[in-house]
T-cell receptor, first 115, second 113 residues
């Protein structure tokens, strides 16, 4: 595809359930990022993948959050035992290799609502 | 640590008015600076960027100059249009290790005809 895609676009879940959010980056982009956009906290970095390097997980808010990137392409963000404070828009971005800085291209986001 | 502070909104202007949205940053090293825009119902888009001191980024009539001495990257436009109504985010790109964006809290701009 031409841009970063994310699915689902909207997700409503009950407190305590697990959710998986998917990101398809731009083909050939080596770097992939997850951010969270919420009313109280603004835009926050969650996790960063670059090629085969160990991911930077420093932004994950708790051990209920995890992410993986398979085959250097698609990424899945998993939230276990969701809480109401997890409600937010989860944004994925990707960027290409070479040069600094690389422009990050954002997907449309997944709006997560935890009831 | 790294942080970005931008003026709180909302900002409401009439069409053709002059726009300034202030942004200051705190960072180690020499980060690259960005303005992103989020139009209603759309995703986050890069508006402009500057990679070193005194660089001026510009796009769609918007400008911002990287001022190292004042650690600022204020966004300006001489004559806003209704179509500029959006939320604007100032951001810096961290250096040394993972390249993550640190965002300001966003400023909502509404332009009335």
């Amino acid at each position: 595809g031409a841009g970063v895609s994310q699915s689902p676009s909207n997700k409503v879940t009950e407190k305590g359930k697990d959710v998986e959010l998917r990101c398809d980056p731009i083909s050939g982009h080596t770097a992939l990022y997850w951010y969270r956009q919420s009313l109280g906290q603004g835009l926050e970095f969650l996790i960063y993948f670059q090629g085969n390097s160990a991911p930077d997980k420093s932004g994950l808010p708790s051990d209920r959050f995890s992410a993986e990137r398979t085959g250097g392409s698609v990424s899945t963000l998993t939230i276990q035992r969701t809480q109401q404070e997890d409600s937010a828009v989860y944004l994925c971005a990707s960027s290409g290799g070479g040069g600094r800085p690389n422009e990050q291209f954002f997907g449309p986001g997944t709006r997560l609502t935890v009831l | 640590g790294n942080s970005v502070t931008q003026m709180e909104g909302p900002v409401t202007l009439s069409e053709e008015a002059f726009l300034t949205i202030n942004c200051t940053y705190t960072a180690t090293g020499y980060p690259s600076l960005f303005w992103y825009v989020q139009y209603p119902g759309e995703g986050l888009q890069l508006l402009l960027k500057a990679t070193k001191a005194d660089d001026k980024g510009s796009n769609k009539g918007f400008e911002a100059t990287y001022r190292k001495e004042t650690t600022s990257f204020h966004l300006e436009k001489g004559s806003v249009q209704v179509s500029d109504s959006a939320v604007y985010f100032c951001a810096l790109l961290t250096q040394g290790g993972s390249e993550k964006l640190v965002f300001g809290k966003g400023t909502k701009l509404t332009v009335n005809p």
